[in-house]
């Protein structure tokens, strides 16, 4: 099994920057694909960006294109992502995952860290 824990978040004025980082223990990480997502207060949690286990294969949430990155270093078992541009209404907790598989889905994922909370100030 691996663990997740992730770091980064804080409080940012809209339009800043933030390095979320996601360190894994175990030394199968890089045989996952791994994936960002975000719940924010009231809503689902929904899909931010995934990775596969190469670095090759690279998905982004249609909302996030463009602004966020989606970066491993399997050397490190880390996955980050660093988001610029940021809006109030990506408020929320963002949670790193791991799976066999890079989906967009939920469900695909297999094991998740407890989430680092991201606050955007208007």
């Known amino acids: 099994q691996v663990q997740l824990v992730e770091s980064g978040g804080g409080l940012v004025q809209a339009g800043g920057s933030l390095r979320l980082s996601c360190a894994a223990s175990?030394?199968?990480?890089?045989?996952?694909?791994m994936g960002w997502f975000r719940q924010a207060p009231g809503k689902e949690r929904e899909f931010v960006a995934s990775?596969?286990?190469?670095?090759?294969?690279?998905f982004y949430a249609d909302s996030v294109k463009g602004r966020f990155t989606i970066s491993r270093d399997n050397a490190k078992n880390t996955v980050y992502l660093q988001m610029n541009s940021l809006k109030p209404e990506e408020t929320a907790v963002y949670y790193c995952?791991?799976?066999?598989?890079?989906?967009?889905?939920?469900?695909?994922?297999?094991?998740w860290g407890q989430g680092t909370q991201v606050t955007v100030s208007s």
């Open positions: 175990g030394r199968t990480f890089n045989t996952y694909a």
């Open positions: 990775i596969s286990w190469s670095g090759g294969l690279i």
């Open positions: 995952a791991g799976g066999v598989a890079g989906t967009t889905l939920i469900r695909t994922y297999d094991f």
